[in-house]
């Protein structure tokens, strides 16, 4: 405002050339600080829509060409023609700009929030515009006095401003413009900060219009390409100009200053060159031509229809594929997921497709990254109590700093579309790429993660599906060292169990049945060797139990009833710690030498053994655990009692605690 008011005792005073200086001093600010903004506040967008980007842009462009239009008209290669057009257009843009606020200012309402913006801004603009004017009007009276020179002298201007006006950007190119104009408005503004705010809000523009990855990929390409020639553009052009400004006599310290930051800018832009925009070039490059080293997500159908199975990775066509696997099996309500993760475009419009189509996602296996945007577009999505679903910072190559806060911004902006807590968006924001956070099932229920918890089984879905061979059954057993100990110790028996889940899977079996086949094999298996196994091996056992069964019965009721029952895929619910211990107690219970002593319940051994246990149990207890089918209305009664048994054997005398394990062992 202070300087407003001295500009405004300069008209009065009739100082003409000093009126018309400082109002092209302003313009040239406040077009530099608007076209800066954007960029800095790009990250705080809560733009959502393409509607809404490209009129942002607009709206920034505008107002930056009210400030620019008239800037040009104030420059010494000013005309009375352009003066005129100026005048025109700066009224022009006036009135459109102060009928969008107006028009903003009625969606906001009576907010005292917007209040002050909206009574500021058009104040400062008309101001602004006024004091425009003004300095037109002394403009066309150096103009005048201007037309006043000889005729060779006019010539010679008039030639030089019309090879200047006729090809602009060769102008610059040639160092033929003032070292003002080169530096500031064609090297700063137009070569770097209008060009990258246009280029920045175009690709997200594409991004939202549902373009593929392999698109998007052409274009950042191109993008990154045509911003090092408009670097190289503007960076030519000033040193060419600061040479011509030397040569007249120029301020020596204007040319120090402009060597130096041209100088600085050179090296900065080749160290990010090096780091940053020759890996994302290669990066952009191998998808626009297809040839992403991530491969496309496998999809395959499970034994039930209503479901198919997507694995691997979310390279560049997963979409397409996906988007296929639908079209041929539209009755499909289920997608099971068993992803490490991928490109965040291709899940991105996978997820949009799910969730346009209202489908259910499930999670038995691990979902991370990529992958998490697709699981949490279901409407139902269900995990089992191990399933491993995990979230980080996005990464890719050559992206760091501000880029990198942007695109984690952006991805966080997705969770916070899928209504995810802030807290726990904010912790995904703070691990990096190279690191994985793994949530509780607890924290994933009470965020929304997942809307239900499953015992699994719920589609078929698991690795035997997915074997095309009874070689590739072998591979997918042997790949855990249980197997390869079974069929060290068994060897006819692990090829009928391969035999079994071949001709299993030629029926069409689910993996539900199938694993089932397993289980009542196997089982059969591991009870006759841990009959006969050692007392260490009888004593882990029974800590085992305990430690399964109070596990299952903190996931739910229902899961420890079914563990009782034999029921429960433990595979697909318990922790992977305790799947772990029953693999390792497995393989040393097969291993073990077979010995002699063995103890029945009806032997009296066992019947002394189990009067010294029956004190330390509540008679409510004993009732439970004596019939367990005369409480099967009350499954939770039932796995309390046999907690509470399997605690007490874990507390008898070491001769007891043998007997009792061994006789349980020996009636199964």
């Known amino acids: 405002m202070y300087n407003q008011v001295l500009i405004l005792k300069s008209l009065e005073s009739g100082t003409a050339g000093v009126m018309v200086k400082n109002m092209r001093s302003i313009n040239l600010a406040l077009m530099i600080l608007l076209s800066l903004s954007p960029l800095l506040s ?3 967008s809560g733009l959502t829509t393409i509607y809404e980007d490209l009129g942002a842009m607009f709206g920034v462009l505008l107002i930056a060409s009210f400030y620019y239009v008239p800037w040009r008209a104030l420059g010494d290669n000013s005309s009375v023609r352009r ?8 009224g022009l843009v006036m009135l459109l ?6 028009f903003v200012a009625g969606r906001n309402g009576a907010r005292e929030s917007a209040a002050l913006p909206m009574v ?3 104040t400062f603009f008309v101001l602004t515009g006024i004091l425009n004017f003004f300095a037109f009007n002394k403009k066309l009276i150096e103009l005048r006095n201007h037309n006043k020179m000889p005729d060779e002298a006019q010539g010679q201007d008039k030639k030089a401003q019309e090879r200047q006006t006729a090809n602009y950007i060769l102008a610059h190119w040639r160092g033929e413009l003032p070292l003002a104009q080169s ?3 064609n090297a700063v503004l137009l070569g770097n900060l209008v060009l990258s705010y246009a280029l920045l809000n175009l690709a997200r523009i594409i991004e939202k219009a549902h373009f593929s990855l392999r698109q998007l990929a052409t274009f950042m390409l191109a993008a990154i390409i045509v911003g090092s020639l408009a670097w190289l553009w503007g960076v030519v052009g000033v040193w060419r100009s600061v040479s ?7 301020a020596g310290w204007i040319v120090a200053l402009v060597v130096l930051t041209l100088c600085g800018n050179v090296i900065f832009m080749a160290h990010n060159f090096v780091r940053a925009q020759w890996p994302q070039m290669r990066e952009f490059y191998a998808l626009a031509m297809g040839k992403d080293k991530m491969p496309p997500i496998e999809i395959k159908s499970t034994p039930q229809s209503g479901s198919i199975y997507l694995s691997a990775y979310f390279g560049e066509g997963s979409a397409d594929r996906f988007a296929e696997a639908l079209r041929r099996s539209p009755q499909i309500r289920t997608i099971v997921l068993n992803s490490s993760g991928g490109r965040l475009l291709e899940a991105e419009n996978i997820a949009r497709m799910i969730r346009e189509k209202q489908l259910d996602t499930y999670v038995e296996g691990l979902c991370a990254s990529a992958c998490t945007y697709v699981f949490l577009a279901g409407k139902d999505r269900a995990a089992t109590p191990n399933a491993r679903i995990g979230f980080h910072q996005p990464s890719f190559p050559g992206v760091q700093g501000f880029e990198l806060e942007m695109s984690t911004k952006n991805m966080l902006d997705k969770y916070r579309q899928a209504k995810l807590p802030e807290a726990f968006i904010q912790k995904i924001g703070s691990t990096k790429s190279e690191d994985m956070w793994y949530p509780s099932r607890e924290e994933m229920l009470a965020a929304g993660v997942i809307t239900r918890t499953s015992l699994g089984d719920e589609t078929g879905s698991r690795s035997f599906s997915i074997a095309d061979s009874k070689e590739g059954i072998v591979q997918s057993l042997l790949r855990q060292s249980l197997w390869r100990v079974y069929e060290q110790h068994l060897p006819g028996r692990f090829k009928e169990v391969v035999d079994m889940i071949w001709n299993l899977k030629t029926q069409g079996k689910s993996d539900a049945d199938i694993h089932a086949q397993i289980q009542a094999m196997t089982g059969r298996d591991y009870i006759a060797a841990l009959k006969v196994t050692d007392n260490t091996n009888l004593d882990e056992y029974a800590l085992l139990v305990y430690d399964e069964l109070r596990e299952a019965r903190q996931i739910s009721t229902t899961a420890c009833h079914k563990m009782l029952n034999g029921e429960l895929n433990a595979g697909l619910t318990l922790s992977r710690k305790l799947l772990d211990r029953d693999s390792r107690l497995m393989e040393k219970v097969l291993m073990s030498t077979p010995r002699s002593d063995v103890y029945t319940m009806q032997s009296r051994e066992f019947a002394d053994s189990a009067r010294r246990l029956s004190s330390s149990l509540s008679r409510i207890h004993q009732q439970v655990t ?3 089918n005369a409480y099967a209305d009350q499954p939770d009664l039932q796995c309390e009692a046999f907690i509470a048994l399997y605690s007490a054997i874990l507390k008898l005398e070491d001769r007891d605690r043998h007997i009792i394990i061994s006789g349980l062992v020996q009636a199964k």
Do not use: K
């Open 183 to 185: 530096y500031w408005i």
């Open 83 to 90: 003066i005129a057009a100026a005048r025109v257009y700066a």
């Open 626 to 628: 004596a019939d367990m």
């Open 97 to 102: 700009v102060l009928a969008g606020l107006y």
């Open 244 to 250: 011509r400004y030397r040569s007249g006599n120029g």
């Open 120 to 122: 500021i801004a058009p």
């Open 42 to 44: 790009s990250h705080q």
